[in-house]
């Protein structure tokens, strides 16, 4: 499993604009270090949460710390599926099933154990970076079309914007963490 190296400050790269969608060997450290965080993150901020508070929403209308898992694993799936694609096949076409509304709708991981979920992130999330260490820059540059879009996207783009989005949803569960 990659390693993240001692020098990255996880805290500089926090941010959309610090995370450049310039493909650069210094990007790609920095979108591994936040995909590698993650799983770790995600346990840290789920251990003062009682079981029960794991289903609870976070604010009326909003989603429960088990069901933001859940997205973010619904998320996870089509992000790896793109990459493995770009990466077995030349500019392959990803079709256009919804992580959310689809994806998440046929696996029903909200019904499951956050506990669980935790254990299946961790270990998909150790798949994935232990293809994505073992990348050449002009693999990180390989492609996948999307349905219905010109523009094509790359392995970077596609880790870059998970390890974005995960971002967002950490900051989610720490701010339900540190005010239980």
Same mark, same amino acid.
């Given at each position: ?17 610090? %995370? ?5 060997? &210094? ?5 591994? /270090? #936040? *995909?590698?965080?993650? $799983?770790?993150? +995600? ?28 997205? %973010? ?5 089509? &992000? ?5 694609? /770009? #990466? *077995?096949?030349?500019? $392959?076409?990803? +079709? ?85």
């Amino acid at each position: 499993m990659w390693k993240r190296p001692y020098w990255i400050n996880l805290k500089s790269v926090q941010m959309k604009k610090s %995370l450049s969608t310039e493909l650069t060997q &210094a990007n790609i450290t920095q979108v591994l /270090a #936040l *995909l590698t965080s993650t $799983p770790e993150k +995600l346990e840290k901020v789920s251990q003062p949460l009682t079981v029960p508070q794991m289903s609870q929403p976070i604010r009326p209308g909003e989603r429960s710390p088990t069901e933001i898992l859940a997205h %973010l694993l619904h998320c996870e799936a089509r &992000a790896a599926e793109a990459i493995y694609s /770009a #990466l *077995l096949l030349k500019e $392959p076409l990803l +079709l256009g099933i919804h992580p959310e509304r689809q994806f998440g709708r046929l696996v029903r991981y909200d019904l499951l154990p956050f506990a669980d979920l935790l254990a299946y992130f961790k270990f998909r999330r150790t798949v994935l970076l232990h293809v994505l260490a073992s990348l050449t820059e002009s693999q990180w540059a390989r492609t996948i079309r999307e349905e219905g879009k010109k523009r094509r996207e790359s392995v970077y783009w596609q880790a870059r914007g998970q390890a974005l989005h995960e971002v967002e949803h950490l900051a989610e569960l720490e701010n339900l963490s540190e005010s239980s």
